[in-house]
């Protein structure tokens, strides 16, 4: 390193590019820094590279010249989940780092190259899980840790949306599709809310019309100690984003619990006394620039790692696979050391509204 600041490249200025990445770069100014932007979409570029101030710039055929240029540290990649390990691919042959975008990639196949790509090229590479940063879902982690609710025994969760017809997550092509879109926030909710990995699933989709990829998807995980996590995902239904959890002594629900542009709301009941804790909107997606930077600056493995994201999409293609047999199937689990803990929150302000270009958000 030149100086004490990673510098980035965006890969991909779709909607959550345009709306929380870029702009979160004002918000993690002390170690990060946004200094190249790529798109095929010359409008988009153009306008937001005068917006930022961002003068090395180019198409997706430019990737390896500007990869290559000795002007980047780290590419984020927001691309559609099909192209995540090609850019990676790219990135790790410049010994660019890589934050990548949720879910790591569109199949397990895809994920262990990934890893082990970045392994070879020595590379840090980090799965853009902005909740392992954010602070009512950190909370909920602290609660549980302590054992407020007692022994844990149940997730739920509903998380939905509908999906604007012609959006890539439309397309199982691009690894479009309710349980790769929202699904994988469930099922990682499940795994560090428990603290625990699945042993077995148990799934239903309903295909729709949807360009092949499912319009909703419901799943039931098994946890050892006879905990059940049980979530169901739509792109077709009115807006919900919430979990519960139940212990022995008592429940937690948190109502917003995955979105970035608005206020949560916990709460938290014990003894039939219930406490209600609201969380303001906040930026979400700076907190995952400034951990990924500390750790290329400081040598550290992030976490969210690689490894936090293919444990998620091996659980996604065993739910895709349960559907498709009819029967409940089991899991060989991914052990992880790494959970996200309360040492990992950071608090930053919201970002403003912006109206992106060429880019309308994926929901009706």
Known sequence: MTNRKVRYAVLGLGNIAQVAVLPAFAHARENSELVALISSDEHKLSALAERYDVKLTGSYADLDRILASGAIDALYIATPNTEHRRALERAAQAGVHVLCEKPLAATVADC????????????????????HFEQAN????????????????????????????????TRADLGGGALFDLGVYCVNAARYLFQDEPIEVTAFRVQGEQAGADEMTSAILGFPADRVAQFTVSQGAAAVSEFRIVGTKGDL?????????????????????????????????????????????????PEPSGEEGLADVQILEAVVQSAALGRKLPLSPIQRAQRPNAELEMRKPAIRPIEPLNAPSPSK
Not at 139 to 165: K, Q
């Open 138 to 169: 950190l909370r909920a982690v602290e609660r549980l840790r302590r054992g407020e609710l007692g022994e844990l025994r149940i997730f739920s969760s509903l998380f939905s949306h509908r999906v604007r017809e012609g959006n890539i997550r």
């Open 253 to 301: 629900q948190l109502d917003a619990a995955y979105g970035y542009q608005e206020a949560s709301e916990e709460l938290l009941t014990i003894d039939g006394k219930t406490k209600t804790t609201t969380t303001p909107p906040h930026d979400q997606f700076a907190p995952e620039l400034l951990h990924f930077s500390r750790c290329i600056l400081e040598d550290l493995e």
């Open 112 to 131: 262990r190259s990934m890893i082990a790509t970045s392994n070879e090229a020595k590379i840090k590479l980090m799965t853009a899980y902005r909740l």
